[in-house]
């Protein structure tokens, strides 16, 4: 029994701290700060077994367990803190972007016009 428990503690473990992250160049849109905002949770969740992990090394006094579920649930704070950061930056910047009436990209003037869908407000921009 206390094999297959730590066994079991180790492959999710492993699995939690191998998570690819792969960060794409996303435009500064609503859709990459949901983006964000859905890797923030998954670190918090990543983090959350890690450290439930740690404590159960603890218990069943597994230095092994321990060192790698409190340096990945450390790990795991660290950029759950950074994505938090990063997603405030981006709401920052999309609201200075529409906060304009017009812009200049690429030699063109794009004016700001309001959108009515579904019942919910939008800008977005058009060609002058």
Known sequence: MKNT??????????VSLAAPT?????PQSRDS??????????WKNIGIASAAAAVLGIIGKNGTV??????GALYSAWRY???RKSANRMERQR??????????????????????KGGKKYYQFVRA
Not at 6 to 14: G, K, Q
Not at 66 to 71: D, K
Not at 97 to 115: D, P
């Open 22 to 26: 792969i960060s794409y160049a996303m």
């Open 95 to 116: 609201a200075e972007l529409y906060s304009r009436s017009s812009v200049n990209y690429n030699g063109h003037r794009y004016k700001r016009k309001t959108v009515y």
């Open 81 to 83: 803190e950074e994505d």
């Open 33 to 42: 700060v949901r983006h964000r905002n859905q890797k923030k949770d998954e």
């Open 66 to 71: 321990t060192t790698l579920g409190t340096v």
């Open 5 to 14: 428990l730590r066994n079991a503690v180790l492959l999710a473990l492993s």
